[in-house]
């Protein structure tokens, strides 16, 4: 009677002869097969551990918004009571999520002034919007295509210009 795991074998790999145990070469296929299984699983399951476990800075208290339009249904006409009210609850350091985007609300004075004056730095320190640089064509201070317009110099512009049937005459 055949050994019980060498039938499992021979039917989980349909009679392939790369599976059977006849030869030396098909056992160094098979180790390296399983070696490299091995390495994938575990460079998968490390890239979603590492994925999944990023360390995300904590945010402030806020109130929860919808998943994709945030807290942007909740706000009223009246932004400044609705920032006071909010304080009340949650505290002068405030995170409201407004569609995709992020944005810390400060309501004290003394927190501001920490803000905005001891930590500028760090604060400043961010990239340009993509409108801010489009609407400035890169920085500039002109348009690229009003340099290349004719210039009119000022006394040109003002010269005083005479008819032919008056020789006197200034339009």
């Known amino acids: 009677m055949p050994n019980l795991s060498s039938m499992v074998a021979v039917l989980a790999c349909g009679g392939l002869s790369w599976c059977s145990n006849d030869n030396a ?26 994925k999944f476990t990023k360390s995300v800075p904590p945010l402030p208290p806020g109130p929860r918004g919808l998943p994709v339009l945030g807290n942007l249904p909740f706000l009223q006409p009246d932004l400044h009571r609705y920032f006071s009210k909010l304080s009340q609850i949650y505290g002068p350091i405030i995170k409201l999520q407004f569609g995709s985007k992020i944005c810390i609300v400060v309501s004290s004075a003394s927190v501001a002034k920490e803000v905005l004056q001891d930590h500028d730095a760090i604060f400043a320190n961010r990239d340009p919007p993509t409108v801010a640089i489009i609407g400035t064509y890169g920085g500039c201070d002109m348009n690229p295509e009003q340099s290349s317009l004719p210039t009119v110099s000022i006394p040109k512009a003002i010269k005083p210009t005479t008819t032919s049937d008056e020789p006197n005459a200034v339009i």
């Open 25 to 50: 070469e098909h056992t160094i296929i098979r180790a390296t097969a399983t070696l490299l299984a091995a390495a994938l699983a575990i460079a998968c399951h490390a890239w979603w551990v590492q």
